[in-house]
């Protein structure tokens, strides 16, 4: 496995491989990896012949009063994970190499990008296409892989690469969960043991929305978010972000649920934001 910290390095070595009829997979991730990223990995492992993981932490996605400076960082723990997993190359730039001095442009994808986790965190989805852009610039992809967890940005990344017209595939994988039902995350990491199991909500709320769309028939999004909100009036210390069905194409919240709708809620455990989804 190869450590490359360079963009040049990166292409270099993609490129190479492409010459030699390789399908090219990467893996974008903030490290503090687990299991629901290692199964992003094993998905791009098992459809292409070659994966890179890209390891940053993106200063441009994260608000002033955002977590940036103590986000989880583990680089020795993700490389060992990564090695054992096959990986043939982890990118590890330092931010200079991905913002250089003077850099003033941007991805904006407007309207998407205010919606959902885009209106709670300004500029957040600016700064995720924007890193992701240079990523694919940097690697040449034929195939990338996201987890469904983060559902608004897969939407905001697919209308970047259709808007753009860039020669990637983007595959959403499914949500990896821990034995209780927890999204995997690696910001699970900051909550207490009461904070853990108020967490649980979370995927509670998302169950019952299912259930009653599946079992029950209920297609009214008015009604499935009151599901949903009967849910957390359980657990008064967990303050609601939002909780909306929408269509995952244009983030827009929908009155009538059909097959394919995005359901997704997110909330403040203690100062702790978590997401959950499910696509109805």
Same mark, same amino acid.
């Given at each position: 496995?190869?450590?490359?910290?360079?963009?040049?390095?990166?292409?270099?070595?993609?490129?190479?491989?492409?010459?030699?009829?390789?399908?090219?997979?990467?893996?974008?991730?903030?490290?503090?990896?687990?299991?629901?990223?290692?199964?992003?990995?094993?998905?791009?492992?098992? #459809?292409?012949?070659?994966?890179?993981?890209?390891?940053?932490?993106?200063?441009?996605?994260?608000?002033?009063?955002?977590?940036?400076?103590?986000?989880?960082?583990?680089?020795?723990?993700?490389?060992? /994970?990564?090695?054992? #997993?096959?990986?043939?190359?982890?990118?590890?730039?330092?931010?200079?190499?991905?913002?250089?001095?003077?850099?003033?442009?941007?991805?904006?994808?407007?309207?998407?990008?205010?919606?959902?986790?885009?209106?709670?965190?300004?500029?957040?989805?600016?700064?995720?296409?924007?890193?992701?852009?240079?990523?694919?610039?940097?690697?040449?992809?034929?195939?990338?892989?996201?987890?469904?967890?983060?559902?608004?940005?897969?939407?905001? /990344?697919?209308?970047?690469?259709?808007? /753009?017209?860039?020669?990637?595939?983007?595959?959403?994988?499914?949500?990896?969960?821990?034995?209780?039902?927890?999204?995997?995350?690696?910001?699970?990491?900051? /909550?207490?043991?009461? #904070?853990?199991?108020?967490?649980?909500?979370?995927?509670?709320?998302?169950?019952?929305?299912?259930?009653?769309?599946?079992?029950?028939?209920?297609?009214?999004?008015?009604?499935?978010?009151?599901?949903?909100?009967?849910?957390?009036?359980?657990?008064?210390?967990?303050?609601?972000?939002?909780?909306?069905?929408?269509?995952?194409?244009?983030?827009?919240?929908?009155?009538?649920?059909?097959?394919?709708?995005?359901?997704?809620?997110?909330?403040?455990?203690?100062?702790?934001?978590?997401?959950?989804?499910?696509?109805?």
């Amino acid at each position: 496995m190869r450590i490359y910290h360079l963009a040049s390095e990166l292409r270099a070595w993609s490129r190479a491989n492409r010459q030699q009829n390789q399908l090219i997979g990467l893996v974008p991730t903030m490290g503090a990896l687990h299991e629901g990223h290692l199964s992003l990995v094993r998905q791009a492992k098992a #459809e292409c012949t070659a994966v890179a993981v890209s390891i940053f932490v993106n200063p441009t996605q994260f608000g002033p009063k955002e977590d940036f400076a103590e986000y989880p960082r583990t680089f020795e723990a993700d490389c060992a /994970l990564l090695e054992a #997993e096959g990986v043939d190359v982890i990118f590890a730039p330092q931010p200079e190499e991905m913002y250089p001095p003077g850099s003033s442009t941007f991805v904006e994808v407007e309207g998407l990008s205010q919606h959902l986790d885009g209106a709670s965190r300004p500029g957040h989805f600016r700064g995720v296409a924007t890193i992701v852009a240079k990523l694919f610039i940097a690697a040449e992809p034929a195939r990338a892989y996201f987890g469904q967890k983060d559902a608004a940005q897969v939407a905001v /990344l697919r209308r970047m690469v259709a808007d /753009l017209g860039l020669p990637v595939g983007l595959v959403a994988c499914p949500i990896v969960r821990e034995p209780d039902g927890l999204a995997m995350s690696s910001r699970n990491r900051y /909550l207490n043991a009461t #904070e853990r199991q108020g967490a649980l909500v979370l995927s509670r709320a998302v169950r019952r929305v299912s259930a009653a769309f599946l079992q029950e028939g209920e297609r009214s999004s008015a009604k499935l978010i009151d599901i949903a909100k009967q849910e957390f009036a359980a657990e008064p210390e967990v303050r609601i972000d939002y909780i909306v069905a929408a269509d995952w194409a244009t983030l827009l919240p929908v009155e009538c649920v059909e097959p394919g709708t995005l359901f997704a809620v997110a909330a403040w455990v203690g100062t702790t934001r978590l997401i959950d989804n499910a696509v109805l």
